[in-house]
């Protein structure tokens, strides 16, 4: 018989894509829903990896979920792993371009354009310090 201690962890990593979406000097950031995990947090578009899906696959799908806009990667960034007491995440940010479409908050609460320099006003999840650091130090 086995205990407890002998069941195999589950990995509980959530892969996640975000996208860092530039047009006219400004990024698109969203407002979290309240039903939400980490409620009424700013955070980037972006969402769950399916299985077999690529970071890169993912992240255009969820900010044409997420906001409504198409969108061409340009770039990823360093990859960025983050313990909550409930779960670790592993998230894959993308720099992007807008390509076309009005963005709209078809699943988050409120979307707006700001200004990088803008981005210290806004309450982000802990995941996300890193990424936010690394805009202070290189200006973008």
Not at 6 to 30: E, K, M, Y
Not at 44 to 68: A, D, S
Request: hydrophobic fraction near 40%; proline fraction near 7%.
């Amino acid at each position: 018989m086995r205990t407890d201690s002998q069941i195999p962890l589950v990995d509980n990593t959530v892969s996640i894509a975000i996208a860092i979406i530039h047009r006219d000097g400004c990024v698109l950031i969203a407002r979290r829903r309240a039903d939400a995990h980490l409620p009424n947090l700013w955070e980037f578009p972006g969402g769950k990896c399916l299985p077999g899906e690529t970071p890169e696959e993912c992240v255009v799908r969820e900010v044409r979920e997420e906001v409504g806009i198409e969108v061409q990667v340009v770039r990823e960034r360093q990859t960025i792993h983050h313990c909550y007491p409930d779960r670790a995440v592993e998230i894959h940010p993308f720099d992007c371009d807008w390509v076309a479409g009005d963005a709209r908050a078809l699943g988050c609460a409120v979307m707006k354009w700001v200004q990088l320099e803008d981005l210290s006003e806004y309450l982000f999840p802990p995941a996300n310090g890193p990424l936010l650091a690394s805009f202070r130090l290189r200006g973008a």
